[in-house]
């Protein structure tokens, strides 16, 4: 186990001096407190991350405070996990990277991550996000010819046989 806690469901007027002081109950000592906030508003996102000084210490911090009243809200105190590369989700899979990587961008040909309909792939910015060129060179392209199979029950009649008034 880990001394880093994750501290969930803040109110977001929380205060890291308020937050101290809930966890440095019972003698137990905090090294650090991190309280997230948004990048654009600089307000707290509602969650935090809270370094005990020990192993023991931080258990007892989420066996005493997992689902403990602070403010309004019931906190949920676990184990922090560590950073993933990449963000939250883990390593982006439409990212060439490595040997053998071609370096194109997503839904272009080549890139690995195949393409799911007709708008560049599967993690497209907008309707196509292929360059220009790639767009250009479709463009000049004839449009794919139309099949059109005729079943032998419709013999070149449009519409459907049960909506027909002829068979009375």
């Known amino acids: 186990m880990g001394k880093r806690l994750y501290v969930g469901n803040l109110p977001y007027d929380a205060d890291e001096a308020a937050l101290r ?11 650090r407190v991190h309280i997230v906030l948004d990048r654009e508003t600089q307000r707290p996102r509602g969650f935090a991350f809270v370094e005990m000084a020990t192993d023991d210490q931080a258990r007892q911090a989420i ?5 403990k009243t ?9 184990e922090a996990e560590e950073r993933r590369p990449g963000g939250p989700s883990g390593p982006r899979p439409d990212r060439a990277s490595g040997p053998g990587s071609s370096g194109q961008r997503p839904g272009g ?14 993690r497209s910015f907008g309707p196509d996000a292929r360059p220009k ?17 005729e079943s032998d029950a419709d013999r070149g009649r449009r519409g459907n046989s049960r909506f027909d008034d002829d068979e009375e």
């Open 21 to 31: 002081e809930v966890f440095a109950q019972d003698g137990r000592v905090v090294e």
């Open 70 to 78: 602070f403010g309004t809200r019931a906190l949920r105190v676990t």
């Open 63 to 67: 066996e005493k405070l997992e689902g």
């Open 133 to 149: 060129s790639e767009r250009e060179r479709e463009m000049r392209k004839p449009p794919p010819k139309r099949r059109v199979e």
């Open 109 to 122: 040909t080549g890139s690995g991550g195949g393409s799911s309909g007709g708008f560049g792939g599967p």
